[in-house]
C-alpha cells in the first residue's frame, strides 16, 4: 500500500495508548475477512478463565466482538477497545496491537473474532487486556501484539458493519457501567474552571473534568498528540459519546474525536446553595443545674419552606470576650419547616438524657456548651448576623442575658430573628440574674424542650 511520509511520536499512558501521526492518508490495507470463523467463548467465560495475574491461552479459542475505538483522530494508539454486542454490551476488553492506523482495518463497528490461542490475557481489577506479552524481571504482563500477529489474531468478520449504540447512562452511574464499552451521556459540560483551555497539553496525556447540572464530575482523557489537542474546549452543554476506561481505581471517560461531543445548548443554570433568611433564629439554650453534658442549642426555622444551611455559622463570644471563642460550621444540615434543629457538646450524653439523639453532636467548649455568661450569634453564608444572644463585650453574669445553671427560651410570639439582643422576646431562668429573669435553677429533662417550639 501507498504511504505518505510519516512523522510519528507515541505516548504510552493509562493501560491504553495515546498518539499522535502527522499525517494519516493510507490507502486501505488489503485485508480479507474469514467467514469460517466461528466463536466458542464468551467474554463472561473468558473472564473466569483468567482469574487474576496474567495467562497464556492454550487452547483453540475465538472470541467474537464489536470494534468501539479508532485511532483515526489519534486519541487511541495502539488499542482495539471490544465489546460484547453492539448493543447493551455486558463486557469489554482491550486488545493490545502495534498496528497503526488500526482503524483501515477494523473500523468503528466491525465484527471480529479473536483468536486466543497462544495470546496473553491478564486482568486488573474488572480491566481485561489481551495481547503479547512483557517480561521484565521475570514478570510477565500484557503488551502490543507486532502487527503481522495482530492481523493473524484479529480476524474481520465478513458482511456490513454493526451499528453500534452508546448505552445511554449519567455520571452518577458511570462507576457501575462494564469497561471497555460505549457510553452515552446527556447534558454535560466542562467545568468551569477548565473554560478556556485546549483539550490537551501538547505532548502531554491530559484530563479535563467534566460536570453534570448537579454537579456530579468526571474526568475525560485526552491525548496530547490526537489531531484535536489544541483546540478549545466547547462552553456549552449537551452530549459526550466516549469509552469508559480505567486510570488506577479512578473510572475516566475518552472520546475517539470532535465529533463525539456536542455541547451546543446553555451551559446549566447556577447552583445557589448559600441562602439567607431571617425565620431562622436560635429558640432555646439549656445550661441544666444537674448536669452540664445535658447542655443544648436548638435552632428553629419559622419558614415555611426548608432551608439549606450551607456556610451558615454559630458564633460563641466567651464572657466579656469581643473577639470570637469558639465557632459552629452548620454546613451540610437542612433545617425543616417549622422545625427545630439541636446541637449538643455531647452527643451520647445529650440521648441518654432526653431520648433521642441531636441534630448535630460537636465539641465540648463550642457555642452549644455555653455555662449561661456567654454570647451567641447566628450569622448567614454572607456575614451577616440574623440573629443574637447577649450583648457582645459583656459577660452574662448577674445581667438579664444569664442562663447559668438554666434556661433561656425564645417567647412563641416571637417569628423573626433579631441581630441586636431584645430582652422582652426572651423568658430566662437561671441561679443569679438580673431583675425580670427567673431565679430558678432548672434541671434536664424535665424542665427543657429541646426539638420542641415551647
Known sequence: ???????????????????????????????????????????????????????????????????????????????????????????????????????????????????????????????????????????????????????????????????????????????????????????????????????????????RLLQDCAENQMVLLNSGYADFQSELLPEGNGSLIAIVLKEGKKTVLAIRDLQDIDFSNERCPEIITEFTSTKIFISELADPDNNSGARFVELYNAAQDALDLNLWTLRRYTNDNTEVGSSIDLSGLIIQPESTLVISPNAQEFELVYGFPPDLGVSTNSPADSNGDDNLELVDPFGTVIDAFGV?????????????????????????????YTFGEWTIFNDTGDAGTIKLPQNAPEDFTPGQRE
Not at 457582645?392 to 427560651?409: K, L
Open 1 to 207: 500500500m501507498k504511504r505518505k511520509v510519516l512523522k510519528t511520536v507515541c505516548l504510552l499512558g493509562l493501560g491504553w495508548i495515546l498518539a499522535c501521526v502527522e499525517n494519516r492518508d493510507f490507502d486501505s490495507p488489503n485485508t480479507e475477512c474469514n467467514v469460517s470463523v466461528k466463536a466458542n467463548i464468551s467474554f463472561a467465560e473468558l473472564d473466569s478463565l483468567i482469574g487474576d495475574g496474567v495467562i497464556q491461552i492454550q487452547d483453540e479459542l475465538i472470541l467474537e466482538g464489536f470494534v468501539i475505538s479508532s485511532d483515526q483522530a489519534g486519541n487511541f494508539f495502539g488499542v482495539l477497545h471490544l465489546q460484547d454486542a453492539a448493543i447493551d454490551p455486558s463486557m469489554g476488553v482491550q486488545m493490545e496491537i502495534d498496528l497503526r492506523e488500526s482503524y483501515l482495518v477494523y473500523p468503528i463497528g466491525s465484527r471480529v473474532f479473536v483468536k486466543l490461542k497462544n495470546l496473553y490475557a491478564g486482568k486488573s481489577g474488572t480491566t481485561i487486556k489481551l495481547g503479547g506479552a512483557i517480561i521484565s524481571f521475570g514478570n510477565v504482563s500484557v503488551g502490543r501484539l507486532p502487527a503481522l500477529q495482530a492481523l493473524d489474531h484479529v480476524i474481520p468478520s465478513c458482511g456490513d458493519k454493526a451499528s453500534v449504540q452508546p448505552t445511554r447512562t449519567t455520571l452518577a452511574k458511570l462507576d457501575s457501567m462494564p469497561l471497555h464499552t460505549l457510553v452515552q451521556i446527556d447534558s454535560l459540560e466542562f467545568a468551569e474552571v477548565e473554560l478556556g483551555s485546549n483539550f490537551a497539553i501538547a505532548e502531554e496525556e491530559t484530563e
Open 392 to 420: 457582645i463585650g459583656e459577660d452574662g453574669s448577674g445581667t438579664n442575658h444569664e442562663f447559668e445553671d438554666g434556661r433561656a427560651v425564645r417567647n412563641m410570639q416571637v417569628m423573626e430573628a433579631n441581630p441586636i
